[in-house]
């Protein structure tokens, strides 16, 4: 695993370990890390799902502004690796 996933395994338990992020994007972390965390040959399609997984995210209505600036900051380091 690349230092980038870690990185950015590392953010995503962060947002699932915040008490004020709701339930169900709180799942959808949780399949966005196991995406991740999956050893697939092909590396970038693996990171351009999650990419548009977190992209779906972002568009929440009810995630805290912090989270969705986490979120960016995650598409951004997974760009660097795609």
């Known amino acids: 695993m690349t230092d980038v996933k ?6 995503l338990n962060s ?3 915040d008490s004020r ?3 169900n994007v709180k799942q959808k972390i949780e399949e966005v ?6 050893n697939s040959d092909n590396t970038a399609l ?3 799902k999650v ?3 977190i992209d779906d995210l972002a568009e929440e ?3 805290p502004d912090y989270t969705r600036t986490q979120l960016w900051n995650i598409v951004s380091l997974l760009e660097t690796i795609v």
Do not use: A, D, F
């Not at 890390?33 to 999956?38: D, M």
């Open 61 to 63: 209505n009810n995630l």
């Open 33 to 38: 890390g196991l995406i991740l965390k999956n």
């Open 6 to 11: 870690k990185e950015v395994l590392e953010i």
């Open 51 to 53: 990419l548009q997984e």
């Open 21 to 23: 992020v709701p339930r």
């Open 46 to 48: 693996q990171i351009n």
């Open 15 to 17: 947002i699932n370990g």
